[in-house]
């Protein structure tokens, strides 16, 4: 299985991620944007782009990671990773159904002032990359996101109170 755990930045996937896998047992976390920073290196590089998701790529370069480091381990992979583009969901969902891998996509949200409030007080300084997402997360949740998954707002809740959350709904 995989539990996915989307959101924008500041919405805690990395550090919730780290917690859940302590939760579920036989489990483990793989941040495919890992994936991305492997294709980043390539030399020469790449065509341009702002975000290594729009190569084509790297979305069945995730599927095929994930089907493959499953298929070695077993167990659940617990994978934080924002993916905000409907059609990149897809694919990358449509891939991971082909191997019949079940996926259980959670939304981390917060509301847009606390989200800009934890990337401008975040230990490494405020990030304009980050900050740049807050929009195009607001508007993937308005129209697809949060329809797609099940939201755990994090606005009120400590990472721990997250991850159990997450835990809990996948049975654990």
């Not at 304009?128 to 809740?157: G, K, M, S």
């Amino acid at each position: 299985m995989i539990v996915w755990l989307n959101g924008t930045h500041g919405a805690g996937k990395t550090t919730t991620s780290a917690l859940v896998q302590q939760l579920i047992p036989d489990s483990r976390v793989f941040d495919a944007e890992k994936v991305g920073e492997t294709l980043m290196d390539i030399t020469p590089g790449l065509p341009g782009t702002d975000n290594f998701q729009h190569w084509p790529p790297w979305r069945p370069l995730v599927v095929e990671t994930a089907c493959r480091v499953l298929d070695y381990t077993g167990g659940t992979l617990v994978m934080p990773m924002t993916v905000l583009v409907e059609q990149y969901w897809r694919e990358i969902s449509t891939g991971l159904a082909q191997y019949a891998i079940p996926v259980r996509h959670f939304v981390l949200h917060a509301d847009q002032d606390t989200l800009r409030g934890r990337i401008e007080g975040a230990s490494v300084g405020p990030s304009p990359f980050r900050l740049a997402y807050l929009e195009p997360y607001a508007e993937a949740a308005r129209t697809w996101l949060h329809a797609e998954a099940e939201v755990v707002d994090t606005t009120h809740l400590t990472p721990a109170q997250a991850a159990r959350r997450i835990a809990d709904a996948v049975g654990t």
